[in-house]
């Protein structure tokens, strides 16, 4: 590893953590449509965001030198597990400018559900993304409702919560 490749990982790691350490986990409520976009999955296939209308969608933007998106994975897959036969599709859309480094965390974190690659940030942009992780719950009708900024243990009872209401609307 040369040490541009070095100090390039650890500024990102520092920019998380200071990122991270400067902002409050909040969530908003909000009721515009969703940004339509299209984006590879880790299985090699397009994805396009209009395409799931009908069901309930998690997008968690993440990256792999995140360390509340790492401790937040498990429990995305918990719920996708939970909730995916009736109606709820979780994402996660990876914001790392290299596939590569998403693909490792994808398989030691043992990810279960789809991941998007955004290595350009040109979904993360429509979705006017600010921390790591941040989690958009779409309705049915693909309408924003509930958007997370930020991780921290519990929250994902939130998110089930949410979830619910949506899938039972």
């Not at 090699?44 to 401790?71: H, K, M, T, Y």
């Not at 940030?121 to 790591?132: E, G, Q, R, Y």
């Not at 958009?136 to 939130?158: A, C, F, P, Q, W």
Request: aromatic letters at 8%.
């Amino acid at each position: 590893m040369t040490i541009e490749l070095l100090l390039k990982q650890a500024s990102k790691v520092l920019l998380g953590g200071l990122l991270m350490a400067s902002m409050q986990v909040h969530s908003e409520s909000t009721g515009t449509e969703a940004p339509d976009f299209t984006l590879k999955s880790n299985s090699g296939e397009n994805l396009r965001l209009a395409e799931q209308r009908g069901d309930v969608v998690l997008l968690n933007f993440w990256a792999s030198w995140c360390g509340p998106c790492r401790q937040e994975m498990p429990h995305l897959n918990e719920l996708q597990a939970r909730y995916e036969a009736i109606r709820l599709k979780v994402y996660g859309v990876n914001v790392d400018e290299s596939s590569k480094e998403a693909e490792r965390a994808i398989k030691s974190l043992k990810i279960a559900f789809p991941v998007l690659f955004d290595n350009s940030n040109t979904v993360a942009k429509l979705f006017d993304i600010d921390a790591m992780p941040t989690t958009v719950i779409i309705d049915k009708n693909g309408n924003m409702r509930h958007l997370h900024r930020g991780y921290k243990s519990g929250y994902e009872k939130t998110y089930d919560k949410q979830v619910v209401s949506l899938i039972r609307e």
